[in-house]
């Protein structure tokens, strides 16, 4: 089952897809377009991976420091950073690199405390894209990646749907693509991620109790390129979502 | 505001006065047969980096070597996650082959007021109030890309007794820690690089604060150590006073 919430008609209503679109749980069926898509879920802690593709870590190879045999680079993010399908980031006017991150993200749905790896996928609730922009010119080197490049306001889209992770047949064979104005930017497959999903919850859930709700942004391959205001961003994977995202400036914001 | 002192400054199961002064917090906090003190905030926690004028001090010069290469500009952040929240008086599990812990001892603003850039003019007007937080580490070198081994673990972030309202505290100052009942730690909370409405005013720039969200205004240079075994007191002067006893892995 693939599930959303909305905003639809004066309230927020749970969501399940339907042919035409969705369908909410009073009964009411509604075009894809004719609601407010919000995060799927309200997340617990939001757990981010930096550096999860081979590929992507040479892309940025001036900037590792370690080794792909290193334990996984893991940084937080808070909910407040989030944004649903459909909606609008902004680009701060004073930004020369910005970029997305096409994401396979990954709900836990039960505590897991220290929990093997051969277990770790019936932890899973489910699975859903996100696309966890950066800003690559506020970039300090405290706490990498710092929350002013990577945990600002409406930087952080996830949905449209959380799928069940029974109807994920393998995690671990999805293709991801990004397309900027239709033309695709980023393409890569969830196989070559160096630390599969099993291998993050036996690592984290080693110090950290993971709960319910709590979800992991397992990292994006190769091929982030700078978005300017106006832009739609797709970020897709195979068989979980199709996600999109436009690119706005300050002025929405009074900024200007 | 209201709503949010309750809610906030609720101990588990046990209603109390809205607005109630910081030494009506210390006379339950210190009630051995008193309540139950869950963390007093269920949003998010965020520490500061190098915030303390102190702290920058200690790392000196090194902000301008490899890996930092200049000194920060913003505020840098980080973020401690809800399973390392614990309350007054909750046990913190020491892990198994690491003999001390670092006791992060700072103040914490408690947002009352959804806070999306604020005026510096007008930042304590989204404070909440106040409270103590311990913000627990495995002793580590770098600040580069720490590990949230290090910082994350289940109870790495002691939060209480409760939160003061803010009309109810004068400008909290000092600091201690002390660890079995001996100080081992003094320092001064008005010595920040990015007073507190001045933080309040760069966070919100990029990052809205909702109201519950804490951000602690960071700790000081000399944080001092403990080992499993031992119990480690917080006590800022009209905010609180944190007591966390330390244990030995199961």
């Known amino acids: 089952m693939k599930r959303a919430r909305v905003a639809y008609g004066g309230a927020i209503h749970d969501a399940v897809e339907q042919a035409r679109g969705l369908q909410l749980e009073d009964g009411r069926v509604l075009a894809e377009d004719a609601v407010v898509w919000l995060p799927p879920l309200e997340p617990g802690t939001i757990i981010a991976l930096g550096l999860n593709y081979a590929d992507h870590r040479k892309e940025l190879a001036q900037e590792v420091t370690v080794g792909a045999k290193d334990e996984p680079l893991v940084f937080l993010k808070s909910p407040g950073a989030l944004i649903g399908h459909r909606g609008q980031t902004r680009r701060p006017a004073d930004a020369t690199f910005m970029h997305y991150e096409c994401e396979l993200a990954v709900v836990i749905g039960r505590s897991a405390k220290k929990v093997r790896r051969a277990q770790a996928l019936q932890y899973v609730a489910g699975y859903t894209v996100a696309n966890d922009y950066a800003i690559r010119d506020y970039l300090e080197n405290y706490y990498r990646p710092n929350l002013r490049v990577k945990n600002r306001d409406t930087c952080t889209v996830l949905g449209p749907w959380l799928v069940d992770a029974a109807d994920v047949a393998d995690p671990h064979q999805l293709v991801l693509r990004t397309s900027v104005n239709g033309k695709v930017t980023q393409q890569g497959n969830t196989r070559d991620l160096i630390s599969g999903i099993p291998d993050l919850i036996e690592y984290l859930s080693d110090f950290m109790t993971l709960a319910a709700g709590d979800v992991i942004l397992t990292g994006t391959p190769e091929g982030v390129v700078n978005v300017n205001v106006g832009d739609e961003v797709v970020t897709e994977i195979e068989g979980v979502g199709r996600l999109v995202n436009t690119i706005v400036g300050d002025e929405p914001f009074g900024r200007a | ?250």
């Open chain 2, 1 to 250: 505001m209201l709503t949010v002192y309750q809610a906030l400054a609720q101990p588990h199961g046990w209603p109390v006065a809205v607005d109630a002064p910081a030494a009506f917090w210390a006379a339950l906090a210190a009630d051995r047969a008193g309540p139950r003190f869950l963390p007093p905030t269920r949003g998010t926690v965020y520490g500061t980096l190098l915030n303390h004028a102190d702290a920058l001090a200690a790392i000196g010069d090194q902000v301008n070597a490899a890996p930092y290469k200049a000194p920060p500009r913003a505020p840098v952040l980080y973020i401690k996650p809800r399973n390392t929240l614990a309350g007054h008086r909750e046990p913190v599990v020491v892990p198994e082959g690491v003999a001390e812990v670092e006791i992060g001892a700072t103040l914490g603003v408690v947002i009352g007021t959804t806070a999306c850039r604020v005026a510096e003019a007008e930042a304590l007007s989204f404070v909440a109030g106040y409270t103590v937080v311990n913000d627990i580490s495995v002793p580590h070198a770098s600040y580069y890309r720490p590990s949230l081994r290090f910082k994350c673990r289940d109870g790495f972030c002691p939060i209480g007794p409760a939160v003061v309202a803010r009309k109810m505290v004068s400008d909290p100052i000092s600091l201690t820690v002390a660890v079995d009942g001996k100080t081992v730690h003094r320092s001064r909370i008005d010595r920040l690089v990015r007073p507190v409405a001045q933080l309040l005013a760069d966070v919100t720039e990029f990052m809205t604060l909702r109201p519950g969200d804490v951000l602690m205004v960071g700790v000081a240079a000399g944080a001092p150590r403990a080992r499993a075994g031992q119990r480690v007191t917080i006590t800022i002067n009209g905010v609180g006073v944190l007591e966390t006893p330390l244990v030995a892995e199961a």
